[in-house]
């Protein structure tokens, strides 16, 4: 595997006596797997057939979805929470769980905190077609906070919205996500 010999250079670089360096290689390498699935998924893939009919045709919000994910820039780690809300067009609705695995597709990627945000919003247009879609996500950035200005605590906020929720539900969706 091509990562994990780059790897076993970049910690022979680090420390040459280490002599767990193709231990420590074979662990990094499985573990960008993980790191960054997301680029093996497709939002219309994971969110199979989870689609629904419902009478439901107001604000529908799922908050708090925790996230992990690396900034592009520094491959540190970003932790966070994204909320989704999105209004039912003809009471096409889809499993909530399938909310989060959307999250996961794009946060499971080398990422601009503000892309996934876009992303996000974009995926759930294509796929439900719905009257707006809004996403709030919320991250702490490791090259922040553990590296360069060491701004512990600090978090970096993204929106987007689109279609109705663009108008007056804007307020009702950040409202509901921020518990005011």
Do not use: W
């Amino acid at each position: 595997m091509e990562i994990e010999k780059h790897i076993q250079a970049i910690i022979k670089e680090i420390d040459p006596s280490d002599e767990e360096a193709e231990k420590t290689s074979k662990r990094v390498a499985k573990s960008y797997e993980e790191f960054f699935h997301g680029y093996r998924e497709e939002a219309s893939k994971v969110a199979d057939d989870a689609f629904y009919k419902s009478e439901m045709n107001d604000l529908i919000i799922l908050k708090n979805i925790p996230f992990e994910s690396h900034c592009e820039h520094h491959i540190s780690p970003i932790v966070g929470f994204a909320s989704i809300g999105y209004i039912p067009n003809d009471g096409r609705i889809i499993g909530a769980s399938k909310l989060a695995r959307i999250v996961d597709c794009f946060a499971r990627r080398l990422q601009l905190q503000e892309r996934m945000t876009i992303e996000i919003v974009r995926a759930l247009e294509s796929l439900l077609k719905p009257k707006g879609v809004g996403a709030y996500v919320e991250g702490e950035h490791f090259c922040i906070s553990h590296r360069g200005v060491k701004k512990q605590g600090a978090k970096f906020v993204t929106r987007y919205f689109s279609g109705e929720l663009k108008g007056d539900l804007r307020r009702e969706f950040l409202a509901s996500v921020l518990g005011k």
